[in-house]
């Protein structure tokens, strides 16, 4: 169903954002707060050819009380040649979760594509260091996926047991997983504490991801650009939502 994007739509189409359509085939709930939806992709991948890459996002847009509302998400196993792929939304209070939660097969849902982009760091870092939560899983699986050969710690927040749970893409050979419950200031804290051993004396030698909510992203993305000296090359932090 056709929704409105208002002045947030013009200004895309301004910047030469692309619009598709994209048609639900099916949905399963991985656990009772984080599903999956399966869609095909009205020709996006198509269109994406080589520029599609790991984390890509895709704005997806839902109608909140008449008005439009647009969320990024992650393109999660993209296939080119069948035109399919999945959404997974780490479910809350929220009209994009609702949706998800009330996705059919035969519905259908906007999105634009522009903002998203990815650069490999180079050269090769030697680890992989990742900071992130259930919303940003979907992401953080296709950066492990993108470089399989590379040894990788990730710190996951957590906030439901059930989030024990979720399908990280884990090389039990390669990749050291470290969970941490919700709870203030506690995965920044973890972050500071053990981050540094793992770098040793050469920043440049590893790679950090971080998306986790926007407080957090950005006080340690100050932290290891400032206090650890992380070339700005090797840092990559989003703000995937802000806390209520």
Same mark, same amino acid.
């Given at each position: 169903?056709?929704?409105g994007k208002g002045w947030e739509g013009v200004v895309l189409k301004l910047l030469r954002?692309? =619009? ?12 009772? *707060? ?16 080589? %520029?599609? !890459? ?14 439009? *509302? +647009? ?17 997974e939304f780490a479910l809350h209070d929220g009209v994009a979760s609702a949706w998800a $939660?009330?996705? +059919? ?8 594509? +522009? ?17 992130? =939560?259930?919303? %940003? ?21 957590? +906030? *439901?047991? %059930? ?5 990280? $893409?884990?090389?039990?050979? $390669? !990749?050291?997983?470290?969970?941490v419950p919700r709870d203030g200031t506690a995965l920044a804290d973890r972050v500071r ?52």
């Open positions: 169903m056709a929704v954002g692309k =619009d598709f359509t994209f048609t639900v085939t099916g949905s399963e709930d991985v656990t009772e *707060h984080y599903r999956r939806v399966y869609f095909t992709d009205g020709g996006l991948l198509a269109a994406a050819g080589e %520029s599609l !890459h790991p984390t890509m996002w895709v704005r997806v847009w839902f109608q909140n009380a008449d008005k439009p *509302h +647009q969320r990024a998400y992650t393109l999660v196993d993209p296939d080119p040649e069948a035109g399919t792929f999945c959404f $939660r009330g996705a +059919q097969p035969g519905d259908t849902i906007e999105a634009t594509v +522009q903002g998203t982009g990815f650069t490999a760091p180079a050269p090769a870092p030697e680890r992989l260091l990742v900071i992130g =939560d259930p919303a %940003s899983l979907p992401a953080i699986n296709s950066l492990l996926d993108s470089f399989p050969e590379l040894p990788a710690t990730i710190w996951f927040e957590t +906030q *439901h047991t %059930s989030d024990a749970e979720l399908p990280v $893409r884990l090389d039990a050979d $390669r !990749h050291d997983i470290r969970r504490a053990e981050l540094p051993e793992l770098l040793g004396p050469d920043p440049a030698s590893g790679y950090v991801w971080l998306a986790c909510d926007t407080a957090t992203t950005r006080t340690l993305t100050a932290y290891l650009r400032k206090d650890l000296g992380l070339p700005k090359q090797r840092v990559n932090g989003l703000g995937y939502w802000r806390a209520a």
